[in-house]
């Protein structure tokens, strides 16, 4: 009796089981032959492979619609550099930390020795810190360049008339602006969404620091450490390349976007600094 009441229990599961992956056929088999539906008024190639596609929807209506949502992830990936982190937009809702954390540190006049021991480069060339530096960070989370000081004193003279600005970068759909802001020798970058949240309180995404130790030997040192939950190296680089297009080389119409959304915010375009993206030449 013990063994038929178990049998009996386990029958029933089965037939409730047989019931349920029925259901479940039976609910993506209705659910594919819909997509197939759409399929047939949207996708121009239908006819060419109509029936296979049909065998792979009759033969197996969950495989067919899992096929579908691969494809339908592919299409949403992003067309620009690597793949992109989907953002969780709740961080905003984040300030940076308190001022006098760890986490907040002031490191606008931070110094070289912060970063690496000065006696390496004590005795050595401008080329030969230059690979140094380069070498150094070579496989750290960080952009790294080494300018001449002619360029950073032509960087810095435009910073003081335009210390705040704007720069986007470009997005799986559409752009994302970035605010900058100089502050000494460091220029501190945040999404300008993040800047309308948070004010003063953002947190930063970039931040760039200049030193300046071998300024005697003509070439300043640049390190830009990124957040890697916002932006990518790729586009951390692609924020300061934009930075030296706009305030190291006089030009005419990216000095006049400059000009224009430091002093007559009214008439700036986004659109203009977009143009300029498109049209970027390193």
């Known amino acids: 009796m013990a063994a038929f009441s178990i049998f009996s229990r386990f029958l ?30 949207k996708n121009p190639y239908f006819e060419k492979y109509a029936s296979k596609i049909a065998a792979v929807q009759q033969n197996s209506p969950e495989e067919f ?7 339908d992830k ?22 940076k930390a308190p001022l006098g954390t760890e986490a907040s540190r002031d490191i606008t006049h931070r110094k070289l020795s912060d970063v690496m021991r000065l006696e390496l480069i004590e005795d050595k060339s401008a080329d030969d ?12 989370d960080v952009i790294t360049a080494a300018i001449p000081v ?12 335009y210390p705040v600005f704007i720069l986007p970068i470009p997005r799986s759909e559409g752009y994302e602006f ?9 220029i501190h970058f945040t999404p300008l969404l993040n800047y309308q949240v948070h004010k003063e309180n953002a947190p930063e995404c970039l931040n760039i620091t200049m030193f300046t130790e071998c300024s005697d030997k003509g070439i300043i040192l640049m390190r830009g ?21 706009y305030y190291c080389q006089k030009n005419v119409s990216k000095l006049h976007l400059l000009e224009t959304f430091t002093r007559h915010p ?13 049209n970027l030449k390193i």
């Open 12 to 41: 029933l599961r089965s037939k409730q089981f047989a019931s349920i992956r029925s259901f479940h056929m039976s609910s993506a088999r209705e659910r594919s032959e819909k997509v197939l539906e759409e399929l047939k008024g």
């Open 65 to 71: 619609l899992s096929r579908l949502d691969n494809v």
């Open 74 to 95: 592919e299409k949403k990936k992003p067309k620009f550099g690597l793949s992109e982190v989907q953002r969780d937009y709740s961080e905003l809702l984040q300030p």
């Open 129 to 140: 810190i230059k690979h140094l530096w380069l070498e150094y960070h070579r496989d750290k």
């Open 150 to 161: 002619d360029q950073f004193n032509q960087m810095m003279e435009c910073a003081k008339q």
């Open 178 to 186: 970035i605010m900058l802001q100089f502050a000494a020798n460091t």
């Open 225 to 245: 450490e990124y957040d890697t939950k916002v932006i990518n190296a790729q586009e951390a680089q692609c924020l300061a390349n934009q930075v030296q297009l």
């Open 266 to 278: 009214d008439k700036f375009k986004h659109m203009d600094i977009i143009e300029e993206l498109n």
